[in-house]
């Protein structure tokens, strides 16, 4: 690893690497939100049910978060290099079976396949940036990371509706195989071969157990609790809860751990790793959201209602790599703090929408907060990562990843709930659309100002965070080329 230098320039060599890094991120945020609008045509093409259906994300969902800390772990065992090169593989080839999937099974299944390629790509994009590159280019390395993942997932709803449209539903799927295969002979070529962090090591198979029945029992409770079978999804939250305790347990007393459990008694590592999750939280359930209150409330079409929340994407493209640079320089606190009240204060404004607020302004909200996200965002992930030690590194960037989309997770089911309760026994009326627009606003208000009280948790957390020296030069200048 490259030892910390005074210039804040990126070496074209480790510019090369980033994008490799990046190219997983943005596959990874492609695939998060392309197959979302394709959803109707699989399900008539393969003659399933919506309900059905949905397991094409829920089924890749779970595979995915489960395996985030595993995946890390083989990093850190066999090498990130190889590992990484192979989950892209695994990612490609199970984005080629999905494609031409016969059946709903055959789908599921490599959606699988593509799902535990995906955990390797997203879980160790974090520990090789913050392996290859020197912690004075930690951050704008990060941003750059950030971006590409955000750029995927907004153009995921737009290249995912025009192939669908223009081709087939089954072109989502053949969209990854040229970036993958890019990416990988470009991996080949670019990352360097680097001795593995631990290579004696074994892999915690109760670990990864329970904790994918720990993930899956969630997210299975959270998308089921509000719908008809609400018993159900309480028993699966309750059935997670105690195999989180089980999985706590299992770390404390294994010798191999998935999650060094002695990591969280430093309050800044815990307190912004629960700060990825918050900020996470607030932008997911915002997104989930809107939808409803454009189409709803100010009867948007559904394409140019997503046209809209690009906003919010496009305000996080354009600041997490430059908020990554002025991190390098002043240190992580003051961003991270300056970005978490950024987007409460555009969630104040949020909760003030009504009928008659013009889209331009809802526009300038979710930038706002895109904005606000992006520059807490990546000081964050560089904050976590520099207060892991080497040997935990590739553990924290799968655990960072984990609560990110734990957020999302979370942040969809919480802030639903919020508006569903808002809402009372109106919710039929409002699938019907029987109900006036004004009847609506309760719902919307509860829902962003949840998502405000949640950052403005985070900002409270951080200030329990101590301040400390930035990773880069000291002489105030931040360089904005590479």
């Known amino acids: 690893m490259n030892e910390p230098t005074a210039s804040q320039k990126m070496a074209k060599k ?42 094409v994300l829920n089924a890749y969902l779970i595979i995915l978060v489960s395996l985030l800390l595993a995946a890390s772990r083989l990093g850190d065992m066999k090498g990130y290099r190889n590992i990484f090169i192979g989950g892209f593989a695994l990612f490609t080839a199970g984005s080629a079976l999905c494609g031409l999937a016969p059946t709903f ?23 090789m940036v913050t392996s290859y590159l020197s912690a004075s280019v930690r ?40 970036v993958g295969i890019i990416a990988i002979l470009l991996g080949m070529h670019i990352i360097p071969r680097v001795a593995p962090v631990a290579p004696k090591a074994k892999l915690d198979i109760p670990g990864v157990v329970l904790v994918f029945v720990a993930l899956s029992t969630l997210i299975v409770g959270l998308t089921s609790v509000q719908g008809d079978n609400a018993l159900a999804g309480m028993a699966a939250l309750v059935v997670s809860v105690v195999f989180w305790i089980l999985f706590y347990v299992q770390e404390r ?31 997911a359930g915002v997104m989930v959201i809107m939808p409803f209150y454009l189409e709803l409330v100010k009867n948007i079409h559904a394409d ?54 013009s ?5 300038i909200y979710l930038f706002l907060l895109g904005a606000g996200s992006g520059v807490a965002f990546s000081p964050l992930n560089s904050a976590v990562m520099g207060e892991a030690p080497v040997k935990d590194r590739g553990a924290t960037s799968g655990l960072v990843k984990m609560m990110t989309n734990l957020g999302s997770s979370l942040g969809v089911a919480m802030v639903m709930l919020v508006a569903t309760m808002a809402a009372g026994p109106k919710l039929a009326e409002v699938s019907a659309h029987t109900l006036p627009s004004s009847a609506l606003a309760a719902a919307f208000d509860a829902a962003f100002l949840f998502c405000m009280v949640l950052e403005i948790i985070g900002v409270v957390l951080m200030l329990a965070v101590a301040e400390k020296e930035p990773s880069g030069s000291s002489d105030g200048e931040v360089a904005i080329g590479f």
């Open 105 to 127: 099974d055959v789908l599921i299944i490599a959606r699988m396949l593509q799902a535990v390629g995906g955990a390797v790509i997203s879980a160790l994009g974090a520990v």
């Open 304 to 357: 140019n209602a997503g046209t809209i929340l690009l906003a919010l994407p496009v305000g996080m493209i354009l600041t997490a790599p430059l908020a990554g640079k002025i991190s390098d320089v002043i240190g992580t606190k003051k961003p991270i703090i300056t970005g978490f009240v950024l987007c409460a204060v555009s969630l104040l404004f949020l909760s003030a929408i009504s009928e008659h607020t």
């Open 253 to 283: 007393r294994s010798k191999e751990a998935l999650v060094n459990i002695s990591l969280l008694s430093n309050g800044a590592y815990t307190l912004q790793n629960v700060n990825v999750m918050l900020i996470q939280m607030a932008m």
């Open 14 to 55: 480790d510019l090369l690497i980033v994008i490799v890094i990046a190219l997983g991120s943005f596959m990874a945020g492609l695939d998060a939100t392309i197959v979302n609008i394709a959803l109707p045509d699989i399900a008539k093409s393969l003659d399933v049910s919506t309900v059905t259906v949905s397991w």
């Open 139 to 178: 951050g704008q390395a990060l941003g750059i990371v950030a971006m590409f993942t955000m750029l995927g997932a907004a153009l995921g709803p737009v290249i995912g509706g025009f192939l669908t449209s223009a081709f087939s539903w089954r072109f989502i799927f053949y969209v990854n195989l040229p």
């Open 359 to 363: 889209v331009g302004h809802i526009c």
